[in-house]
């Protein structure tokens, strides 16, 4: 037999792992060009979600009421997880113009009594919460919510405490502000933020806390709930301080303009 004919077996063994290599070689390229194609197209989905997502889901704000929120499906897992309970939140809407006049006064008197003159940002509130911030960095970040923010965190985003999440409520305010009125935020404000344990909106607030329907609520019952909204998991109306500021809420009333076509 020729030399030419024969391989050692030596010789065939190091060609099967050069293949060897160059197959692995080609594999593993393989894998990381699909690789950084997935991430790609994930960042590329993740943005024009951001982009593209709050204007939508903003506007369609305008004619749908919401059927569920951000806060209230974080809520309900909340207690779930705390109770093992399944428990649905209490939650009905009310129309503005079927609410007393008094609701949306108080909810702006205590909230955002510049509500109708701003951009969605309150930059007073903004900067001095910024310089508690800059003074005392281990503090939370608090201060300068505006109804408008409060709106875009309820209804689209949770109650965690990050930049992530203020840079998320600042982009969904700005496109709230954009294409919402005044009035159909105010309305969604009152009906979607929280007012107690598991309850939401002034609807069903005001017959968890006094067992009537929210057009019989007297002056004094709105500002008692709208007093609550720094704390609805834990004040209550009976609470002293709760009673105080639903004093100064009344004695400091704002002026609801009448284009905004809410009952007396």
Same mark, same amino acid.
């Given at each position: 037999?020729?030399?030419?004919?024969?391989?050692?077996?030596?010789?065939?063994?190091?060609? +099967?792992?050069?293949? #060897?290599?160059?197959?692995?070689? $080609?594999?593993?390229?393989q894998l990381h060009g699909n690789w950084r194609r997935r991430l790609k197209r994930t960042v590329v989905a993740l943005v $024009? *979600?951001?982009?593209?997502?709050?204007?939508?889901?903003?506007?369609?704000?305008?004619? @749908?009421?919401?059927? @569920?929120?951000?806060?209230?499906?974080? /809520?309900?897992?909340?207690?779930?997880?705390?109770?093992?309970?399944?428990?649905?939140?209490?939650?009905?809407?009310?129309?503005?113009?079927?609410?007393?006049?008094?609701?949306?006064?108080?909810? *702006?008197?205590?909230?955002? /009594?510049?509500?109708?003159? #701003?951009?969605?940002?309150?930059?007073?509130?903004?900067?001095?919460?910024?310089?508690?911030?800059?003074?005392?960095?281990?503090?939370?970040?608090?201060?300068?919510?505006?109804?408008?923010?409060?709106?875009?965190?309820?209804?689209?985003?949770?109650?965690?405490?990050?930049?992530?999440?203020?840079?998320?409520? $600042?982009?969904?305010?700005?496109?709230?502000?954009?294409?919402?009125?005044?009035?159909?935020?105010?309305?969604?404000?009152? +009906?979607?933020?929280? *007012?107690?344990?598991? @309850?939401?909106?002034?609807?069903?607030?005001?017959?968890?806390?006094?067992?009537?329907?929210?057009?019989?609520?007297?002056?004094?019952?709105?500002?008692?709930?709208?007093?609550?909204?720094?704390?609805?998991? #834990?004040?209550?109306?009976?609470?002293?301080?709760?009673?105080?500021?639903?004093?100064?809420?009344?004695?400091?009333? @704002?002026?609801?303009?009448? /284009?905004?076509?809410?009952?007396?």
């Amino acid at each position: 037999m020729s030399e030419l004919g024969t391989q050692s077996p030596a010789a065939a063994s190091k060609g +099967n792992a050069a293949e #060897h290599r160059q197959d692995s070689g $080609a594999k593993s390229a393989q894998l990381h060009g699909n690789w950084r194609r997935r991430l790609k197209r994930t960042v590329v989905a993740l943005v $024009a *979600m951001v982009l593209v997502g709050p204007p939508l889901q903003c506007a369609v704000l305008n004619w @749908v009421d919401p059927p @569920v929120t951000g806060t209230m499906l974080q /809520r309900t897992w909340q207690h779930w997880d705390t109770t093992g309970d399944w428990t649905l939140p209490a939650y009905t809407w009310v129309d503005l113009e079927d609410m007393p006049r008094s609701v949306p006064t108080a909810a *702006m008197s205590s909230e955002d /009594r510049s509500f109708l003159s #701003h951009d969605g940002f309150d930059w007073v509130a903004i900067r001095r919460a910024w310089h508690r911030y800059q003074t005392k960095p281990t503090a939370r970040l608090v201060g300068g919510s505006t109804i408008s923010q409060q709106v875009a965190r309820n209804a689209f985003l949770a109650q965690n405490r990050s930049w992530l999440r203020k840079g998320l409520e $600042a982009w969904y305010t700005i496109w709230l502000e954009a294409l919402v009125s005044k009035r159909r935020i105010l309305e969604v404000y009152v +009906n979607i933020a929280e *007012m107690g344990p598991m @309850v939401f909106g002034v609807g069903a607030a005001s017959q968890h806390w006094f067992a009537k329907p929210c057009h019989n609520l007297t002056l004094v019952q709105s500002a008692t709930m709208i007093a609550l909204l720094p704390s609805p998991r #834990h004040w209550t109306p009976q609470l002293p301080h709760v009673q105080r500021r639903a004093k100064w809420i009344v004695r400091s009333p @704002v002026t609801l303009p009448k /284009r905004l076509a809410i009952a007396e």
